[in-house]
């Protein structure tokens, strides 16, 4: 069972930049789809990026041109490098592994953005 753990949310200024990290454990995750979603307070969870296996990325269009997600296979790690933060990018940001089964995707505990003045 892949275990996701993220780290690198915290407060930051409007216009400011987050890097976010997720580190899986209890598997190699180099042929998984991973990813970020996020969650703002009274909103459902959404997409924000996914990187597959080959490197091949999609955005929200609400991100596209500020947020850039990566993999490092040899480290067992996804990143979300977010630029030109928002107030309205504050919510939990949570990670995801997809082996190509939905059933089997597993989530990290999610981390915390706040974007505020």
């Known amino acids: 069972q892949v275990q996701l753990v993220e780290s690198g949310g915290g407060l930051v200024q409007p216009g400011g930049s987050l890097r976010l990290s997720c580190v899986a454990s209890?598997?190699?995750?180099?042929?998984?789809?991973m990813g970020w979603h996020r969650q703002a307070p009274g909103n459902q969870r959404g997409l924000v990026a996914v990187i597959s296996s080959g490197g091949f990325t999609n955005y929200a269009d609400s991100v596209k041109g500020r947020f850039t997600i990566s993999r490092d296979n040899a480290k067992n790690t996804v990143y979300l490098q977010m630029n030109s933060l928002k107030p309205e990018d504050t919510a939990v940001y949570y990670c995801?592994?997809?082996?190509?089964?939905?059933?089997?995707?597993?989530w990290g505990q999610g981390t915390l953005v706040t974007v505020s003045s």
């Open positions: 995801y592994a997809d082996p190509g089964d939905y059933r089997l995707r597993a």
């Open positions: 209890g598997g190699i995750v180099s042929a998984y789809t």
